[in-house]
């Protein structure tokens, strides 16, 4: 039945169409109200096409931008976790996750609706796609097992052309529909991205997703969350290679889990400053996690008065004295940065960040070898993100007369001038065909350089190949020549090293 022809499946859907718009007129709670009991067999074209399945329904693309601007709001974190209490309404309303038969049943119809779509192979086409079936997905009800397939399908389809952003809403949506943990299906998409990518920069962008996450639920006070976002960003590091990389990573990662403890400490401490206001360490685990987590340092320190460490204790009371000149502001940093070196990471940077206050505030009245330590303390507080150092696009290929290639942030192109045509090269580890595709785009799995790069660091190593090979610099753009002397041919590898 998957091999009849569209016209079959266009006539299908005239048919059902004044059941499909009814269920979209349905009001929301009656989808809520919707019974989770095991899905209905998947009946053939029933209510898989809404009415959005006319081009003029399909989003603008932009396969520029790296993993993509997507039109769908930006997945966060999922902020459930697994509990024994009895679920919510929203949560008895989902469905359960139909079996392996049904789904087999709606993947043949699906893919066979869309063979043509399914054989575009481009990122952009991909995630055109993949936003169709999302949104047919979310407006399909009644038969669950097509409605799984849409979102899986949805979300395959996002992750192979490198569109992480559009794979994560589609795996939010499946937590939000169906009895599965949101925060499983989202850390199963990081795992499946990571494997679709094979360059240390496309590895970056899901870092740096993973990373943005985490801090939504930091910012959101589910640390427990933000612990396992920070695990996954730390294990996908180490598939960049680059050491520098990998530790800026885990030194994120282990500050994460050190405020999941702090906030699990509080939450004890919290419970006994009810019963009693003035315990010294619970005031004192209090005052950290209210300074270093939350940077509410008005209430913090009013803790650390009453905790149970002195140095802290003397610093909240010359804070709360109202310090005035350099001398008394060097002071008051003195006993935070030095209180810092003793303790972990995460109250080492709370520590130094009250430091450098301090010290920012004297230095207009610093001078010699005071205002050059004060400077250098207030300097080292700065966050860095986490960057690969250097960036190396590699080049492998065969070449029989003269070829160039045009690098910039947004693209690579190759040209040939003379000779053999190239056929196939390895650029930045991504195999290439230049005749079917003259330009590569710097997004999707084939990111080669992060956002932001400077072209002018660049500088051309040639590792083999016996003619000659060039680099300039044209603005914004690296254009690398390479001219083969010989009829045979010769195969040359050239490095482009960026920092």
Not at 63 to 89: D, Q
Not at 156 to 171: F, K, Q
Not at 225 to 245: C, V, W
Not at 378 to 384: G, M, P, R, Y
Request: aromatic share 6%; with cysteine; proline share 5%.
């Amino acid at each position: 039945m998957g091999c009849m022809p569209r016209a079959f499946w266009i006539c299908a859907i005239a048919v059902l169409s004044g059941r499909a718009l009814a269920q979209q007129a349905a009001p929301a709670a009656a989808d809520a109200a919707a019974p989770a009991t095991a899905p209905q067999e998947h009946k053939i074209g029933n209510a898989l096409l809404p009415s959005d399945v006319t081009p003029e329904f399909l989003p603008s693309v932009d396969p520029r931008n790296p993993l993509g601007n997507v039109e769908v709001p930006k997945p966060k974190y999922a902020a459930t976790t697994r509990s024994t209490s009895r679920p919510s309404a929203a949560e008895q309303a989902k469905a359960l996750v139909p079996d392996r038969i049904a789904q087999a049943r709606a993947e043949k119809t699906i893919r066979g609706l869309y063979r043509e779509e399914y054989a575009d192979t481009r990122p952009a086409a991909k995630r055109t796609l993949a936003i169709r079936l999302l949104r047919q997905a979310i407006a399909t009800r009644e038969d669950f097992a097509a409605r799984w397939v849409l979102f899986r399908e949805a979300r395959d389809l996002a992750i192979s052309g490198g569109y992480l952003d559009n794979a994560l809403e589609a795996a939010t949506q499946m937590a939000k529909h169906f009895k599965v943990e949101a925060i499983d299906m989202q850390l199963e998409t990081f795992k499946k991205q990571t494997d679709a990518v094979n360059t240390p920069p496309g590895t970056a962008a899901v870092v740096r997703v993973a990373m943005r996450m985490c801090d939504d639920a930091m910012a959101a006070d589910h640390f427990d969350l933000a612990a396992r976002f920070a695990a996954a960003a730390e294990e996908i590091s180490q598939k960049t290679k680059d050491p520098g990389y990998i530790a800026t990573v885990r030194a994120y990662s282990q500050k994460v889990r050190q405020m999941h403890e702090l906030a699990g400490e509080y939450a004890k401490a919290a419970e006994t400053l009810k019963i009693s206001p003035d315990d010294a360490n619970a005031n004192y685990v209090a005052g950290k996690y209210n300074c270093f987590i939350k940077s509410n340092w008005l209430i913090g320190m009013q803790q650390f008065k009453k905790g149970s460490d002195e140095e802290l204790k003397r610093a909240a009371q010359k804070e709360s004295a109202n310090p005035n000149g350099a001398s008394a502001f060097v002071e008051v940093a003195d006993i935070w940065w030095q209180w810092g070196e003793r303790h972990n990471e995460l109250e080492l940077a709370g520590a130094r960040q009250r430091a450098a206050y301090w010290y920012t505030k004297a230095l207009p009245q610093l001078s010699g070898l005071l205002r050059t330590i004060a400077e250098k303390r207030v300097a080292a507080q700065k966050v860095e993100p986490p960057a690969l150092h250097p960036q190396v696009i590699r080049v492998v290929v065969r070449i029989d007369g003269k070829d160039q290639l045009q690098i910039t942030g947004a693209e690579a192109t190759w040209t040939h001038l003379s000779g053999t045509v190239v056929r196939n090269l390895s650029f930045a580890g991504i195999t290439w065909d230049p005749v079917r595709d003259r330009t590569i785009e710097n997004s999707g799995t084939s990111v080669y350089l992060t956002p932001g790069t400077d072209l002018s660091t660049a500088k051309l190593k040639q590792i083999r190949g016996r003619g000659t090979v060039t680099m300039e610099k044209l603005g914004e753009m690296l254009v690398v020549t390479i001219e083969d002397p010989e009829t045979a041919g010769d195969v040359y590898e050239i490095e482009v090293t960026l920092d």
